[in-house]
Each structure stands twice: as C-alpha cells, then as structure tokens.
C-alpha cells in the first residue's frame, strides 16, 4: 500500500507566505515525478509545479517568481513554498506522485487528500 499525505495549508492574508509538504510512504520502489496541483471552486484543477525524480522543475506561469517546488528523495517529500500569497491562489491544493511500487509494477500516479490554502484580501 502506498500512502501521500499533504499538510501546512491553512489561511493567510494576502502577500504572506505558507509551505505545503507531501509525503509519500509505504511499498515505494521509486518515485519518478511529483506535483502540485490545485482546484478553486468552479474551476478545473491545473497543475502549479512539478519537478523531476532529477530536480528539474516547472510551473504555471501565475506562480512563477512566488512559488518553488522542491524535493528531498531520501525523505519521499515534495515540498510547495508559497511566497506574495494572492487571493487568486485560494484553492484545494493537492500532491501527485508517480511511483513505482514494486519491481514487478508500471508507474501508476498517487494523489493526496488534498489541503485547503485561503488567501483572504
């Protein structure tokens, strides 16, 4: 069984900061690419950052100089520090990973729960 856990949303005014974890665990061969992705009310869920099982990294371009994605591999977590927090960023925010589970198993994606981040004006 394979498990990814966000958490560090909450509520922030408007140009603070937060930092969302993820953390994958359980039967983890390896873990390829991993994202953050989010969901505001009425709106589609799109992707804000990913990066590679090499460290290379994209983003939408709304988030570009205000976010940064980041991971540590010994630890199986993503990271998503959110700088200049903009109403427009309030949204269900949610973790993927792509993991191989076992030797004998294609990648397959992995989605947390997701953590709610509410930037109030």
């Known amino acids: 069984q394979v498990q990814v856990v966000e958490s560090g949303g909450g509520l922030v005014q408007a140009g603070g900061s937060l930092r969302l974890s993820c953390a994958a665990s359980g039967s983890i061969l390896r873990i390829n690419d991993m994202g953050w992705y989010r969901q505001a009310p009425g709106k589609q869920r799109e992707l804000v950052a990913g990066i590679s099982s090499g460290g290379s990294t994209n983003y939408v371009d709304s988030v570009k100089g205000r976010f940064t994605i980041a991971r540590d591999n010994a630890k199986n977590t993503v990271y998503l520090q959110m700088n200049s927090l903009k109403p427009a960023d309030t949204a269900v925010y949610y973790c993927?990973?792509?993991?191989?589970?076992?030797?004998?198993?294609?990648?397959?994606?992995?989605w947390g729960q997701g953590t709610q981040v509410t930037v109030s004006s």
């Open positions: 993927k990973a792509v993991i191989v589970p076992g030797i004998y198993y294609a990648p397959r994606d992995y």
